[in-house]
């Protein structure tokens, strides 16, 4: 015969109600059989169950493990009977989550919803607790309260499905972001409202705020704000500086948002006296150069602060990678404060080992190169982080990072961690491109700056465009020696038809070759030589012009030419493409050398500077200087016209036709078309850049934009076409580059400011599949 023993209920409150029989004694549980189980396994339920066949029970320890088997979260209902020694557990399973919709999300993606969900444990085969999913609402509408979103609306409904399912679904109404509609600061008098509130990101509703939505109020943005107007007042020396409160008031339609912000100013405070405590291991006098603030100077927390990391950084170089530099300042009477560094440099580091990750393909050696901190020297800071510039400029990498971590168990080791993002740094493809000077190009090359992993440069290719046909092979070991001696050797031939570039009309067929080493002086200089050999021949056009009538009668049509070359550059520019800081210098020479059939020579001096503008360099100054110079020697007064300089177009001065710049040429007698561009022996070029973020585009380092003024001009003393600067043409634009998956696209718009009758001007400027 079957007696209910005890029956439990547990609801929403997890109430228990106990069915006592008339005799509720003591049993011996003979077996156990659970009823009711739908998903869950009955292994799960015997084993959260704290009762196993054989044992005695009584009323209320048989109380106790029904609540122990609740509290497992599976079922909503549990209900015990017996059937003499068996003891049957009739059970009723929560419903199990079938699928889970979140609908009219934007401002929060929905992802990040689906990620919160599956955190509080609400996703997809999981148990369904309404309890849950309530809280889930109210933590969802905190977010949006969060984002300046006070009209929000967040509805969760569960719905019933067959076979103990529900589906849950989320209906969200982001409402819109309350406006700014006014910001009230009380107890400054030092500064003016309109001063302090230039300062926020937060503003008050208006055109341009509304269209930056810097009207748009959020409590992590006001905290910015706050922090902002700290340090506005703690660098200007109000060391007693504070904001007493900060209220945040809503309208009544939950649309507009009113901020009230009381501050203390306090004194200003000035600098009494600057003092060094610690353990000093470099002289003071060493230290104190270092120190940014002065006696008497106002007390200035960002100067305060720059100038612990600099005598941080200066115990890093005598490798105390983990020093502590502390500033304490202390205020005193008239408004004075002292301020006392204290110096704890620790142990002196060594490094144990340098490893590098994330260079798939780049080998080991070819980084460990570019190291100028060596594995068991001294940890030095400045070594490290040169390192990582100068594997930076390498150009294989899109990204360096540096770690110094401490070695597990010692006090005085660490291991240098570099890890490097990669780009592409070759190409294997045949082309497609077009550019205003040569026309369309086509071409097949092998193109690698890192040939397979090794550091090597290794190019071969073929080149053909209305203009130009062009073979070559070139070859560079950049590390030839182990200290960063280089060579490189090259092999070309390339005809070149001038008529089809708008210069004087004329073929020039050139073969040959060249050899080079290069020398690191330090870091950052290297000196370069070489030796080379050209054969060139030339040949007369429809419409040649007579100066180069007139060379090819003096001095033939063919001619066998033996070069010095030698080249120095200096460069600290962070980047080996797109650069945004640094500097570049370089000065080169090149020879035709006595035995030669031409001797003369080419002189170019190129600078180039970036100069950021702001922290994450996004706004960036960069100027540019090239001047050229060539003559003939040993009895020969001219260099030869093929090797004049040219100016005008992409790269030289923007908004006149390549080339088009200076002397032109004397028609022939059966010419009546305009004189072509016939260069000049000396060329003059410069440019000033105004570097910002390119709309809508957040990748700065494959991507540039900026306005510019160019100038430039080619002068030829030869033939009496003395500089003057009252020829130098000048331009002003927007440029834009853009390294491509398919090779680098350049254009500008560019507009001549003192171009005169004759000048050949052109507006608009690209290239695409050619080097900037």
Not at 75 to 93: P, Q
Not at 328 to 342: K, M, Q
Not at 395 to 413: A, K, R
Request: hydrophobic content about 35%; overall charge negative.
């Amino acid at each position: 015969m079957r007696r209910s023993l005890i029956g439990m209920v547990f609801g929403v409150l997890a109430t228990v109600s106990i069915i006592q029989p008339a005799h509720a004694d003591e049993f011996v549980v003979t077996d156990i059989e659970v009823e009711g189980l739908q998903r869950v396994s009955a292994g799960s339920v015997f084993s959260a169950f704290p009762v196993d066949i054989g044992e005695s029970l009584d009323e209320l320890e048989l109380a106790e493990a029904i609540r122990t088997l609740f509290r497992t979260g599976l079922f909503t209902d549990v209900e015990a009977s017996r059937d003499d020694g068996v003891l049957i557990l009739n059970v009723r399973e929560r419903p199990a989550i079938s699928s889970i919709e979140i609908e009219g999300n934007k401002a929060i993606d929905t992802d990040m919803l689906t990620d919160a969900l599956n955190s509080a444990g609400l996703q997809e085969g999981q148990v369904f607790r309404r309890a849950t999913l309530e809280r889930l609402e109210l933590e969802i509408l905190r977010s949006y309260v969060g984002q300046g979103r006070y009209n929000a609306r967040v509805k969760a409904t569960a719905e019933d499905l067959p076979r103990n399912r529900v589906a849950v679904r989320l209906d969200i109404n982001e409402g819109d972001v309350a406006a700014i509609e006014h910001i009230n600061i009380i107890g400054n008098d030092d500064f003016s409202d309109e001063q302090l509130l230039d300062l926020f990101e937060l503003q008050t509703s208006g055109l341009w705020a509304s269209l930056t939505n810097s009207d748009k109020y959020a409590r992590e943005r006001l905290s910015g704000d706050l922090e902002t107007l700290r340090s506005f007042y703690l660098d200007r020396g109000y060391l007693d500086f504070s904001v007493e409160s900060s209220q945040v008031s809503i309208s009544p339609d939950k649309r507009k948002v009113f901020i009230a912000l009381a501050v203390n100013e306090g004194p200003q405070y000035t600098v009494s006296e600057v003092n060094l405590r610690g353990e000093l291991i470099i002289e003071e006098e060493e230290f104190r150069k270092l120190i940014k603030i002065e006696e008497g100077d106002i007390f200035s927390r960002g100067q305060v602060t720059n100038t612990s990391e600099l005598l941080s950084r200066r115990l890093g170089t005598e490798g105390y990678t983990f020093a502590n530099v502390n500033a304490v300042p202390e205020t005193g009477p008239n408004n004075t404060a002292s301020i006392t560094f204290f110096i704890e440099p620790g142990k002196r580091a060594y490094v144990r080992r340098i490893n590098f990750e994330g260079n798939v393909s780049t080998r080991d050696e070819v980084l460990r190169q570019e190291m100028t901190q060596m594995e068991g020297g001294v940890a030095s800071t400045d070594r490290i982080e040169f390192s990582k510039t100068r594997l930076e400029r390498l150009g294989y990498f899109q990204t360096v990072d540096v770690q110094t971590v401490p070695v597990p168990g010692t006090d005085d080791m660490v291991d240098v961690n570099y890890s490097v993002v990669e780009q592409p740094t070759g190409s294997l493809s045949a082309s497609v491109g077009f550019s205003q000077v040569s026309g369309v190009i086509l071409g097949a090359n092998i193109s690698e700056n890192n040939f397979f992993g090794s550091g090597k440069r290794v190019s071969i290719g073929a080149n053909f465009s209305d203009s130009i046909k062009s073979a070559n092979f070139s070859y560079t070991n950049p590390y030839y020696t182990v200290d960063g001696v280089s060579r490189g050797f090259s092999l070309f031939a390339r005809e070149t038809d001038f008529e089809e570039q708008d210069i004087s009309s004329f073929l020039l067929d050139e073969y040959g070759g060249r050899l080079t080493f290069g020398y690191p002086i330090d870091n950052i200089t290297r000196l370069n030589f070489g030796v080379g050999y050209t054969l060139s021949k030339i040949k007369a056009g429809s419409f040649t012009s007579l100066e180069i009538l007139d060379f090819i009668e003096n001095e033939g049509d063919s001619f066998n030419n033996y070069f010095l070359t030698g080249s120095w550059r200096r460069s600290t520019l962070n980047r080996g493409v797109l650069p945004s800081d640094g500097y570049s210098l370089s000065l080169s020479a090149d020879v035709a050398v006595p035995g030669s059939d031409l001797t003369y020579y080419k002189l170019n001096h190129r600078a180039e500077i970036y100069q950021p503008l702001n922290d994450n360099q996004t706004w960036v100054l960069r100027a540019r200087g090239d001047l050229g110079f060539g003559g003939g020697y040993s009895g020969r007064d001219v260099m030869p016209f093929y090797e004049h300089f040219f100016a005008g177009g992409y790269g030289s001065v923007r908004g006149f036709r390549a080339n088009s710049l200076g002397p032109l040429a004397t028609n022939s007698p059966n010419d009546f078309s305009d004189p072509d561009p016939f260069g000049g022996s000396i060329l003059t070029e410069g440019s000033l850049e105004l570097i910002f973020p390119t709309p809508f585009a957040g990748d700065t380092r494959s991507m540039r934009t900026a306005f510019f003024l160019d100038g430039g001009q080619v002068f030829d003393s030869d033939r009496g076409f003395d500089p003057d600067v009252g020829e130098v043409r000048f331009s002003v634009g927007i440029g834009f580059q853009w390294i491509t998956a398919v090779g680098p696209l350049a254009f500008s718009l560019a507009q001549p400011l003192n171009d005169k009758s004759g000048d050949d001007t052109q507006i608009f400027q690209f290239s695409l599949g050619q080097s900037f």
